[in-house]
């Protein structure tokens, strides 16, 4: 297991703690619209250090535990550090995007940056299954990213939860950009699966364009 790896989670898990202990530490550095625009640009990164709870945190660094040791694998460790933490700022970006004018959007959460590795990792492994305990049989790894990708853009529209969708889809643009940029390759050698994980990436900015989200 990379000591990179191992140390994105530990310091994530240390500043998720100190914010859950810290109601004053947790507001200084989460992603807060008014504050951002007001000059804290800082928090469109500290932000992914943060979260909710302790569900948030565990889901969140396991997933990473499961799917970045394939893009560094395949890539190595520079690589897969410019993928986690460009994936994290294209999350942040977007939401700044998509919520500059709800000056009390808040969102926290190493959603995007680990949304961005999974979305690099079935990029590069297109052939990789994913187990859900829930469900007993192998689901393909493209599927689940496409169906994540699509419930983040009803999420985004409906607006019932505190989920942040728009994070989630920004890291998975983060990843897909910055996985091909540095595989583009994969343009003709698997030029099916670069479409297919494209296509609700397009659908995004649609219905964006259109005034439909």
């Known amino acids: 297991?990379?000591?990179?790896?191992?140390?994105?989670?530990a310091i994530t898990a240390i500043v998720s703690y100190r914010g859950l202990n810290d109601n004053a530490f947790f507001r200084k550095y989460e992603f807060h619209i008014g504050s951002i625009r007001a000059g804290e640009h800082i928090r469109m990164i500290t932000s992914g250090f943060l979260h909710g709870d302790y569900g948030h945190l565990i889901f969140n660094m396991l997933t990473l535990y499961f799917f970045a040791p394939v893009v560094i694998a395949y890539l190595g460790v520079l690589h897969f550090v410019l993928i986690y933490f460009g994936s994290l700022i294209f999350g942040s970006l977007l939401?700044?995007?998509?919520?500059?004018?709800?000056?009390?959007?808040?969102?926290?959460?190493?959603s995007g940056a680990v949304t961005?590795?999974?979305?690099?990792?079935?990029?590069?492994?297109p052939d990789m299954d994913l187990y859900m305990f829930f469900i007993p049989i192998p689901i393909p790894a493209y599927i689940f990213g496409i169906g994540y990708l699509l419930y983040s853009i009803y999420g985004m529209k409906a607006k019932n939860d505190n989920i942040g969708h728009t994070a989630?889809?920004?890291?998975?643009?983060?990843?897909?950009?910055?996985?091909?940029?540095?595989?583009?390759?994969m343009l003709y050698e698997n030029t099916l699966m670069v479409i297919l994980l494209a296509i609700p990436i397009v659908l995004l900015f649609i219905l964006e364009k259109t005034g439909k989200i």
């Open 168 to 185: 989630h889809f920004g890291g998975a643009i983060g990843g897909y950009v910055i996985t091909i940029s540095q595989v583009p390759s």
């Open 116 to 125: 961005g590795v999974l979305y690099s990792a079935i990029l590069l492994r």
């Open 1 to 9: 297991m990379s000591p990179i790896l191992l140390l994105i989670i």
């Open 95 to 110: 939401s700044l995007y998509f919520h500059k004018n709800d000056y009390y959007y808040r969102a926290i959460g190493a």
